[in-house]
């Protein structure tokens, strides 16, 4: 129990959410302890799509996976696998998932979504201003394209859905889709474009302009594997490989791992999993797209960016613990074939995995919890570089015991 602990707060987990509120804290005068296990930016935030998703208000499921499921699953190459050995891990959390399909539960986490995206676009175009690179964001939009006729229903149900929500989007015809993005193959039919979108340079760069912009403003970082902790009156003591590392508060923002230590601190067993994304980087891709596009049919998207083009997508259920199935990656390539005129090339290519941090009803847990002494963001699933700086300023409210715009949907009490 310090009485004078090293830091008013210590934010556990350096990816883009921890980085981002590290330095809205800092901003807000708290002497900030930043802690991960890894450098800045080497998790999910590495290797994410590097799309800002704010068009993505619909949870990661809804009812009409159950028809498509059985054979989702038996293709090991397709857009969702999950390892069969993590089948009992994973099924309590897969039944959470399913009860919050239901209407009531399902157009909460909807509008618990849409409120987040709402405010990402303004938040992140605050946020990178604020430390002069606003150059890693192109607010250039992103598509959503399709190749068979029988798919045109569903983009159109689609765009609907989207309308409903108020997301802004347009019908781009084949004609429009070839001026716009000559690369792509002429035989795409068409497809949705979403103008209040648009794509980071360099996703991995972000985190490491905030983290310099974080430094500057007194953030001190230490790497360190937070192993647990423990709440007294003078704060909070976290245990680490590096020693007892204490503090007036702790934010709990370390995506995917942030289960043990909430659970330790707050005594609150959160339905967190991890759903693991794949990309492949094509270094030699560098004109094919003006923006983002994703495939409708295919279940992945393309981001350009500084070092070439970005493939990204499938989702595998198989833990924070088994080897990656890098194979998915490179699948990855041959999904697009056929999208160009010609086909990309995989010379210098590099295959990565990453874990998602997502909770069974798409919605993250942002709170202030334990009196005050714990804060929380994680959970944030796909969309933790599109909703990190929103997050941050949500953070910042809570740290001042300011309520944030609607946050009652994401406390942690209602799991």
């Given at each position: 129990m310090v009485e004078n602990p090293e830091a008013d707060i210590a934010v556990v987990g350096a990816g883009i959410v921890g980085v981002a509120c590290a330095l809205q804290l800092a901003r807000?005068?708290?002497?900030?302890?930043?802690?991960?296990?890894?450098?800045?930016?080497?998790?999910?935030?590495?290797?994410?799509?590097?799309?800002?998703?704010?068009?993505?208000?619909?949870?990661?499921a809804d009812l009409s996976i159950l028809k498509r499921l059985p054979r989702m699953l038996l293709d090991p190459m397709g857009p969702l696998r999950l390892d069969w050995k993590y089948l009992p891990t994973a099924m309590p959390w897969f039944t959470r998932l399913l009860l919050n399909?239901?209407?009531?539960?399902?157009?909460?986490?909807?509008?618990?979504?849409?409120?987040?995206?709402?405010?990402?676009l303004g938040a992140w175009q605050r946020l990178l201003g604020s430390i002069g690179r606003s150059d890693l964001f192109q607010e250039d939009g992103s598509l959503l394209?399709?190749?068979k006729p029988e798919s045109r229903q569903a983009l159109e149900a689609l765009r609907t859905r989207m309308q409903q929500q108020a997301v802004p989007v347009d019908v781009w015809s084949a004609e429009t889709v070839r001026e716009a993005a000559p690369q792509l193959s002429p035989s795409l039919l068409g497809g949705l474009f979403f103008?209040?979108?648009?794509?980071f340079?360099?996703?991995?760069?972000?985190?490491?302009?905030?983290?310099?912009?974080?430094?500057?403003?007194?953030?001190?970082?230490?790497?360190?594997?937070?192993d647990g902790g423990q709440l007294h009156s003078a704060g909070v003591s976290l245990a680490s490989d590096q020693g007892t590392l204490n503090a007036r508060q702790v934010l709990?923002?370390?995506?995917?791992?942030?289960?043990?230590?909430?659970?330790?601190?707050?005594?609150?067993?959160?339905?967190?999993?991890t759903e693991r994304g794949y990309h492949l980087m094509l270094p030699g891709e560098h004109q094919r797209l003006p923006f983002a596009v994703t495939s409708l049919e295919r279940k992945f998207i393309m981001t350009p960016m500084a070092e070439g083009l970005r493939l990204a997508g499938t989702v595998e259920f198989a833990g924070l613990e088994a080897p990656p199935s890098m194979q998915r990656a490179w699948q990855l390539h041959r999904l697009s074939k056929g999208l160009f005129r010609q086909d990309l090339s995989v010379e210098g290519a590099t295959p990565w995995m990453g874990f998602r941090p997502s909770l069974p009803d798409s919605l993250p847990v942002i709170d202030r919890v334990c009196d005050g002494r714990v804060l929380l963001a994680f959970g944030h699933q796909h969309l933790g570089l599109t909703q990190a700086a929103v997050t941050a300023e949500w953070v910042g409210l809570l740290a001042e015991r300011a309520a944030g715009p609607e946050m009652g949907a994401y406390r942690l009490d209602r799991f």
């Open positions: 807000q005068g708290r002497r900030v302890l930043l802690v991960d296990r890894q450098a800045p930016g080497h998790g999910a935030s590495y290797g994410n799509a590097g799309h800002l998703a704010t068009e993505q208000v619909f949870p990661i399909l239901r209407p009531v539960p399902y157009q909460r986490s909807v509008a618990g979504i849409r409120t987040l995206n709402e405010g990402s394209v399709f190749e103008p209040r979108t648009g794509h340079i360099d996703p991995y760069r972000v985190v490491c302009e905030l983290f310099e912009a974080a430094k500057a403003s007194g953030v001190r970082f230490v790497q360190a594997q937070v709990i923002s370390c995506g995917a791992h942030s289960a043990k230590l909430t659970a330790a601190l707050t005594g609150k067993r959160v339905p967190l999993d």
